[in-house]
């Protein structure tokens, strides 16, 4: 820029025939507002003169009496007396130098910063002069504005090449009628392999290809608005497959024509993410239904089943290494997912089935460092690893077995059991992707669960049969030592009852005959034969006692009531126990309070059995009971129950026999004052067996040599009318 200044400095000079011309920027405001461009005119051809006035202007510059022509937007000139110093400067032959004027002219103004022409003449000048300045003042002043344009467009260009070359995506500048390429960043250049000038030699349809449009339908896509955008396109390279991009264009005027600026933005990135994505999803669902699958198997071959179909429909083949029956360290292939007729190719390729191939895994690196690491390991050099997983196959096997499987990844998976590395899923993809060895481990683990679960339902299965075979052979053992027992249980009731009856036939015999002889009824006896029968008649009705329990007993195991609970009236089945037992009492003297409390409802039950209890209890109470004391019998309601109470004034029950006294055949034995005949100690169990049966309990309460007292409850019926008492003596 100095240079344009000088020149239009030195041209303006020469124009307006003025010894000297100066270009001054000015900002007003400031503390050093001027600074002087340029001083070029035909009085500076000396160095020392050039010198001596750039010294006195840049002490005194001759610009300050311009100050109104600032101020003033309209003025565009303004003529002042030129400074006597630079006068003799000027002049330095005249004796006298003239009177020299400044005239200046203000060629630019803007915001901040204005630019004066100043060119200093001799003498005054009339108007014809200052209009010949005003010429070369506007010439000056197009020259400068010209200049600053030129300098614009050249700084916008150089920042547009800039941002062109910075771009991360290739920009094409093209002719937008015939689709020529005009200019390429380099960028455009790295990513299609032409060269800069070669992309200039091409159009829009040699350099981008779009599936379904043609070059010039293309073309007029692009320019038929002023923006537009294009997917699906595809930026041809020199060498090597296409490039997917976006094309997004913007039609602009250069030069007087119309020009497309296009950007084309590398896809490949988004759709690799977008594929990936995909296939994470894929992988995603194929993971969650596997496991769907997996979690109700309980087969191992249905297992790998599953794990075989959910492989393939991500397209993959797989196998399961498993240890081989005769024993380690070999493996054999437990399963294959290769169809029927590719399995036979393979076999016929291999020349020996693959279910007989033994895998050595010291000869099987890959198989090696997944059993021994416990992980997931793989290799994208699929011969090599298949020559040490097919037994050491040779490459000519090989070769065979790639024509018929396309295989570029081999992946590895650990089967655990126990904690511990059992056998190996083997995968083999057909493409290599990031995230396959992740999938297969996951596979890997979720087949690992679902063989233990396996085997752990084989297992329980296997148990529950034995069990179920042992329960059903001790269940027959129980049955027929249940049949013996009740086999032996009904011959037992059977004696007893025929032993009973045999027993109290003649019995009867001999107890008639003794009353008979006893009542002198065949003759009178001596003092000493009455003792003697009336042993005999008490030892008789001892036995007979002791028959008639047993008889209860029988009837009680044999023929237990099955009529149904019904209501009944606790004082009609107390008046019928005490009239049952009154000779029995009235032998003895014994007196029968018997008491029903005003409002106690009906008892829920079976009349018979409960009328059965309250004899067993009275004829226990009378058995004990001294003669002419009292036996106390009442009934009274407790919640919804119904109590019966029996109270004798007898010699009491020690407390150690009190827990024990309702056990079949317990008899307590002391040395306590009771009625002869004694009896069997079957009356209270089966008491006791009839009041639990209906739901209730019994209980005693004893003190020695103060009486006893025996209480029961019953379950009282769900509606009773009022209640009666009764008296009976």
Known sequence: MLRIHREIARDAARAAGVPLAQLVA??????????????????????????RIATLLDGAPGHLPAGPLLAAPRVFRLTAPCESALAVALWPDHVQPPAATSVFFRLQAGPGEAVLLRMVAAGRLDAGELRALDAVARLAAGRLAGESYRREAAGRRAAYRVYQEAAGEPILVLDAGTGRLLEANQRLSQLTGWGRQELRRLTLGRLVEHPALDAGALLEALSGTA???????????????????ALTSARIELDGRPVLHLIARDVSRERRALAEQREARELLAALHLAGAHLSVETDEEAVYGVLARELARLGYHCGVLAPAPDGPPAFTWRFLSFPPSLRRALDHALGTPLAAVRVDPMEAPLLRRCLAE??????????????????AASPLDLRRLARLVAIRRVILAPLLREGRAAAALVVAAPRVRRS????????ALQASIALDKARLVGALRDERARLESE???????LRRAVTALEAADRRKDNFLANVSHELRTPLVTVLGYADLLLADKLGPLAPRQRT????VASSGRRLRAFIEELLELSRHELARPAEPFAPFPLADVITQAVVALAPRFAERGLRVRARVARGTPPAQGQRERVLQVIVNLLGNAERYAPAGSAIHLAAAAVGDRVA????????????EHQALIFERLYQVRDDAPRREGGALGIGLS????????HGGEIGVRSRVGWGTRFRFTLPAAATAPGGREADAS
């Open 436 to 443: 396959d060895p992740e999938a297969i481990d996951a596979f």
């Open 227 to 245: 923006t537009a955008s294009v997917d699906d396109a595809r930026l041809r390279r020199r060498r090597g497959e296409p490039v997917p991009v």
């Open 532 to 535: 003697a029968l009336q042993v």
């Open 644 to 655: 019966v109470s029996v109270t004798d004034r007898g010699p009491g029950i020690p407390v």
């Open 471 to 477: 329960v059903e052979r001790r269940t027959a053992e």
């Open 26 to 51: 000015v900002v007003p405001g400031e503390a050093a507002p001027a600074v002087t461009l340029a001083v070029e005119g035909p009085a500076l051809s000396s160095r020392t003169l050039r010198g």
């Open 374 to 391: 416990r992980r997931t390991v793989h290799t994208d050099r699929p011969r090599r690893a298949a020559a040490g997983l097919l037994g």
């Open 686 to 693: 089966i008491a006791k067996g009839i009041v639990e049966a």
